[in-house]
C-alpha cells in the first residue's frame, strides 16, 4: 500500500487563485512529520512547509498552509493568491519516527501544477 | 549558504559500464541519501547512510551500491549500467537532531543510459 498518495497527476489554476493540493497518507506510527517540496522546472527540490503530528496549530509559511486533518490522515497544501512562479511539481512527503529504518522521507508521486495567466 | 553538490548535472552512457555519481555537502550533516525519481512514480529511496562507511538499503537497492568513505562524500555506483536506471538521480542530506529536520537536495543528475 502506499504511503503517501497524491490524487491530482496535474492542476489549472488562474493566476490569484487559491491551490488546494491534496495529500493522504498512511502510518500506525504516534509520531511522524510531514513535509511539502517545490520542484520547478530547473530540477531543484525547494522545502516549502513541514507538519508535526503533534501539532495543533496548522502550519503556515507566508503564502503556504498546510490543511492537516489527523483523523482523517489527510496533509493538503494550500497555495493563496497563487503566482505565475508557483507553476512547477509539489511532492508530499513523510517522515515516520517509530518505523525504524530509514531516516529519510517517503515521498508521493507529486502533482504537477501549471498557473495560467 | 548550506549546499548539496552534484558532481554532473548531465550524463550519458553505455550500457554495461560501470557509473559513479558524487555528492557532497558542505553542512556537516550525519544522513546522506540517494533517491532516483522518475515520472509518474514520485521519488523512491535507493540507498542511505547515518555515518561514514555505513550503508542501508532504501526502498529499490537492486543494481546500486554505495560508498561513504568521508562524512561529506557519498557516491551512488552503478556496477553495470542498464537502460532502466536511465533516470534523475538526486542527493540529499539531513542531520539527524529530529522528525522535523528537512531534507536538503542537490540539483539531480539526469542519467541516460544506451
Known amino acids: 500500500a502506499q504511503k503517501i498518495t497524491q490524487t491530482q497527476p496535474g492542476m489549472f489554476v488562474q493566476e490569484k487563485e487559491a491551490v488546494t493540493l491534496d495529500c493522504t497518507y498512511d502510518?500506525?506510527?504516534?509520531?511522524?512529520?510531514l513535509f511539502w517540496y517545490k520542484q520547478p522546472s530547473s530540477g531543484e527540490m525547494i522545502f516549502l512547509i513541514y507538519?508535526?503530528?503533534?501539532?495543533?496549530q496548522n502550519a503556515t509559511e507566508g503564502r503556504y498552509s498546510l490543511n492537516f486533518q489527523k483523523a482523517r490522515k489527510s496533509a493538503n497544501l494550500v497555495i493563496s493568491a497563487s503566482q505565475l512562479g508557483d507553476s512547477a511539481m509539489y511532492f508530499c512527503?513523510?517522515?515516520?519516527?517509530?518505523?525504524?529504518?530509514?531516516?529519510?522521507?517517503?515521498f508521493g508521486k507529486g502533482t504537477h501544477l501549471i498557473i495560467q495567466p | 549558504d548550506v549546499k548539496v553538490t552534484q558532481s554532473s548535472r548531465y550524463l550519458v552512457k553505455r550500457t554495461g559500464e560501470k557509473v559513479f555519481l558524487e555528492c557532497v555537502q558542505d553542512?556537516?550533516?550525519?544522513?546522506m541519501f540517494w533517491y532516483r525519481q522518475d515520472p509518474g512514480l514520485g521519488l523512491r529511496l535507493i540507498y542511505f547512510?547515518?555515518?561514514?562507511?555505513?550503508?542501508e538499503k532504501g526502498d529499490i537497492p537492486e543494481g546500486y551500491s554505495v560508498s561513504r568513505e568521508k562524512k561529506e562524500r557519498f557516491s551512488l555506483i552503478l556496477e553495470s549500467a542498464s537502460t532502466n536506471q536511465t533516470s534523475m538521480y538526486l542527493c540529499?542530506?539531513?542531520?539527524?537532531?529530529?522528525?522535523?529536520?528537512?531534507?536538503?537536495f542537490g540539483s539531480g543528475t539526469q542519467l541516460s543510459v544506451l
Open positions: 540529499a542530506s539531513s542531520t539527524l537532531q529530529g522528525p522535523s529536520e528537512k531534507l536538503f
Open positions: 502510518t500506525s506510527d504516534q509520531s511522524y512529520g
Open positions: 507538519q508535526g503530528s503533534y501539532d495543533e
Open positions: 512527503a513523510m517522515r515516520e519516527v517509530n518505523g525504524g529504518g530509514a531516516d529519510g522521507l517517503t
Open positions: 553542512m556537516d550533516h550525519e544522513n
Open positions: 547512510s547515518y555515518d561514514v562507511k555505513m550503508k
